[in-house]
């Protein structure tokens, strides 16, 4: 049977991407939430707007739902976690309150909601979900987002001891790939790389500190095919799930990956004045293998390739 799937930040980058992908899908009926963002063209892709602080708006959009997957968020890179950090924190914790509560009272199926790595310790070894230490001092500059997504996690285990819904809380590592923020006031650190490397005019480009920093970095269509087979095959009432690539790259490797992809010639420099957030970390992901059969496919090669070539085609003409 058909199930109603709403997919909430349906115009941001995760979002877009799951809403694509869902829609081809004769398994739901899907309805994208938009609100300052426009609305997109897909076959298959209903809309509602709706202001996801405001309880009558939450209320009204979970009418007639079985599925609700949770991708909106304020969110943005790593120049706003250092000088506004407080942006990441208060609507968060809102919106999924009230859609969390919503999702009890009506009675959903399956809830999916993003929490992310920013609460774990930079560590050398690939961390599982047991790895976060409460007691553990967060990074500074992540203590307010990492702290709102334990939170968010808590909130979703709380639910699913007290309601017949499922919860899904997923913790993903660094996700790239079509859609993403390319601008440079907004990107991480992939999407930003990408754009200074598509549109450098003098033969070089600048990356913010040492490139020392390694991250876990995950094409989206990984992420999408973990939604679909939480949605279809968890079995526990609450599951916290890492997903990731399960291996670590140094930034400076990463620029040199993209670079050489793009097949232009660039010089690279490294801007130590600007603000860099030096942690290292890479995911475990045994529990969702084991709980779900999901493994990661497509290689970071794969996936720069795949990114640079959306970039030429989406964004390209517009940049030159």
Same mark, same amino acid.
């Given at each position: 049977?058909?199930?109603?799937? +709403?997919?909430?930040?349906? /115009?941001?980058?995760?979002?877009?991407?799951?809403?694509?992908?869902?829609?081809?899908?004769?398994?739901?009926?899907?309805?994208?939430?938009?609100?300052?963002?426009?609305?997109?063209?897909?076959?298959? @892709?209903? #809309?509602? &707007?709706?202001?996801?602080?405001?309880?009558?708006? $939450?209320?009204?959009?979970?009418?007639?739902?079985?599925? %609700?997957?949770?991708?909106?968020? /304020?969110?943005?890179?790593?120049?706003?976690?250092?000088?506004?950090?407080?942006?990441?924190?208060?609507?968060?914790?809102?919106?999924?309150? *009230?859609?969390?509560?919503?999702?009890?009272? &009506?009675? %959903?199926?399956?809830?999916?909601?993003?929490?992310?790595?920013?609460? +774990?310790?930079?560590?050398?070894?690939? @961390?599982?979900?047991? !790895?976060?230490?409460?007691?553990?001092?967060?990074?500074?500059?992540?203590?307010?987002?990492? #702290?709102?997504?334990?939170? $968010?996690?808590?909130?979703?285990?709380?639910?699913?001891?007290?309601?017949?819904?499922?919860?899904?809380?997923?913790?993903?590592?660094?996700?790239?790939?079509?859609?993403?923020?390319?601008?440079?006031?907004?990107?991480?650190?992939?999407?930003?790389?990408?754009?200074?490397?598509?549109?450098?005019?003098?033969?070089?480009?600048?990356?913010?500190?040492?490139?020392?920093?390694?991250?876990? @970095?995950?094409?989206? !269509?990984? @992420?999408?095919?973990?939604?679909?087979?939480?949605?279809?095959?968890?079995?526990?009432?609450?599951? +916290?799930?890492?997903?990731?690539?399960?291996?670590?790259?140094?930034?400076?490797? *990463?620029?040199?990956?993209?670079?050489?992809?793009?097949?232009?010639?660039?010089?690279?420099?490294?801007?130590?004045?600007?603000?860099?957030?030096?942690?290292?970390?890479?995911? !475990?992901?045994?529990?969702?293998?084991?709980?779900?059969?999901?493994?990661?496919?497509?290689?970071?090669?794969?996936?720069?390739?795949?990114?640079?070539? #959306? #970039?030429?085609?989406?964004?390209? &003409?517009?940049?030159?």
């Amino acid at each position: 049977m058909t199930k109603r799937m +709403l997919i909430c930040g349906a /115009t941001g980058f995760i979002g877009r991407n799951l809403a694509e992908h869902f829609a081809r899908s004769s398994d739901y009926d899907v309805v994208g939430v938009y609100n300052k963002r426009p609305p997109f063209e897909c076959p298959g @892709l209903k #809309w509602i &707007k709706a202001d996801l602080t405001n309880p009558d708006d $939450v209320s009204r959009a979970l009418d007639g739902i079985q599925v %609700l997957v949770q991708a909106a968020a /304020t969110t943005s890179g790593s120049k706003d976690i250092v000088t506004r950090p407080y942006i990441h924190v208060t609507d968060n914790a809102v919106m999924n309150s *009230l859609l969390f509560r919503a999702a009890f009272e &009506k009675k %959903l199926e399956n809830v999916v909601f993003f929490s992310c790595t920013v609460m +774990l310790q930079s560590s050398e070894r690939a @961390l599982t979900e047991e !790895d976060f230490d409460e007691n553990a001092e967060l990074h500074p500059r992540y203590f307010g987002v990492g #702290w709102t997504k334990v939170y $968010v996690e808590k909130m979703c285990e709380f639910y699913s001891r007290i309601g017949p819904t499922k919860y899904t809380a997923i913790r993903h590592s660094n996700i790239y790939g079509p859609h993403d923020k390319f601008d440079l006031e907004r990107s991480h650190v992939f999407g930003a790389t990408v754009t200074k490397v598509m549109t450098a005019k003098d033969g070089r480009i600048v990356v913010w500190g040492t490139g020392e920093e390694g991250r876990d @970095l995950l094409y989206v !269509d990984d @992420l999408v095919d973990l939604v679909e087979r939480a949605v279809q095959r968890q079995t526990e009432s609450f599951g +916290l799930y890492n997903c990731g690539y399960g291996e670590m790259i140094q930034i400076k490797d *990463l620029v040199r990956k993209i670079v050489d992809a793009s097949e232009r010639r660039l010089e690279i420099e490294h801007d130590l004045s600007q603000p860099t957030i030096k942690t290292s970390l890479f995911l !475990d992901c045994t529990k969702a293998e084991r709980e779900l059969g999901w493994r990661r496919r497509i290689t970071l090669d794969d996936g720069i390739a795949k990114t640079i070539a #959306w #970039w030429k085609a989406a964004l390209g &003409k517009s940049a030159e």
